[in-house]
């Protein structure tokens, strides 16, 4: 049976934007299953879809597309929401022990008592059978892609418990969307895709190292691993090397495709957000850490408007009407 305190009193989490639709406007008995899935904190779900919005672009520049196919693009969407909210899910239910000691995290759902694990394993349930459903609408060669990665989203909340790297398996796990576009497309994985699979998890490792700047001290406590920790004050250092990574290895998956000066117009608007970020960091200043966390949508965006863009010049030019 589910069991909940006050809703209307529970105290928001701590990187949850004060105000936030969920606290003002969904009815109380949801509130702890749409914090539970970080409905509050839509950041994770973008990370989470930006790979797949690059991959779906490229591919149709690739492909002499005018625009990146949109049903695609809204089943990725609907997608990352699912497969984002049950990965937190899984996480919570996994650490709930470890978040009840952690300043930032004790008042989730499940830590501070809002809600029971037996409650919480029939909303990881709904939310894999919406993640299914999508999954079933795409290609059987996405399909299989995707399958493949379930491994390695069930076993990334264990990593910071055995190695000082778990942003390693986080991007692995964040980045799959980067083959799922590509593999929809072209019912294959290629160069292109796989060059764009490994910049994504270079990114994510990065921008993850930032955010668990924010735990450090807890984490230490804990006795949690994480590349904040590991990296200490020298953090800045592998951030700007993970991130040059990245970008060297979108720049490559642009010439693979033969993607056009839109694409790296574009990739150049992420690579300066991303730039800003290593030069702006303060490992002390937890608010400065979150706010850089979450500038990576922009920079994202900013990646899938130059490659979208990008399809539509080159259609535009292939058709002579300019």
């Not at 105000?19 to 509050?40: E, H």
């Not at 490994?198 to 590349?227: M, P």
């Not at 993607?259 to 030069?279: H, I, N, P």
């Amino acid at each position: 049976m589910t069991t909940w305190r006050s809703e209307g009193a529970a105290a928001p989490v701590a990187d949850a934007r004060s105000g936030n639709w969920v606290d003002r406007l969904a009815p109380a008995p949801l509130r702890p299953y749409l914090r539970l899935a970080r409905a509050d904190r839509p950041i994770g779900s973008w990370l989470l879809l930006l790979p797949c919005w690059w991959s779906t672009a490229l591919a149709a520049v690739a492909a002499g597309r005018p625009y990146p196919d949109p049903v695609l693009l809204i089943l990725f969407a609907i997608g990352s929401l699912a497969m984002r909210g049950a990965g937190c899910t899984w996480n919570d239910i996994l650490d709930r022990d470890i978040d009840r000691k952690v300043e930032r995290t004790r008042n989730r759902p499940l830590a501070s008592g809002q809600l029971s694990v037996k409650a919480a394993f029939a909303f990881l349930a709904f939310q894999l059978l919406v993640g299914l459903a999508v999954l079933l609408s795409l290609p059987r060669f996405a399909v299989i892609t995707g399958v493949a990665s379930m491994g390695v989203v069930a076993i990334y909340p264990l990593m910071k418990r055995i190695t000082s790297v778990p942003q390693v398996v986080l991007g692995i796990a964040f980045s799959w969307g980067a083959l799922m576009g590509w593999a929809s497309v072209f019912r294959s994985i290629d160069d292109p895709a796989l060059l764009l699979f490994a910049g994504s998890v270079c990114w994510v490792f990065g921008y993850d190292t930032i955010y668990a700047h924010q735990d450090r001290e807890d984490d230490a406590l804990v006795g949690v691993g994480s590349t904040a920790l590991l990296f200490g004050e020298k953090s800045r250092l592998p951030l700007a090397l993970s991130y040059i990574a990245a970008v060297a290895l979108f720049a490559g998956a642009l010439v693979s495709a033969g993607a056009g000066v839109l694409s790296a117009l574009g990739l150049m608007g992420f690579a300066f957000l991303l730039y800003r970020q290593v030069v702006r960091l303060d490992i002390h200043d937890g608010a400065k850490c979150l706010a850089l966390f979450k500038s990576n949508r922009d920079a994202g965006l900013i990646f899938f408007a130059g490659l979208s863009a990008d399809a539509l010049l080159q259609n535009v030019v292939s058709a002579g009407l300019i």
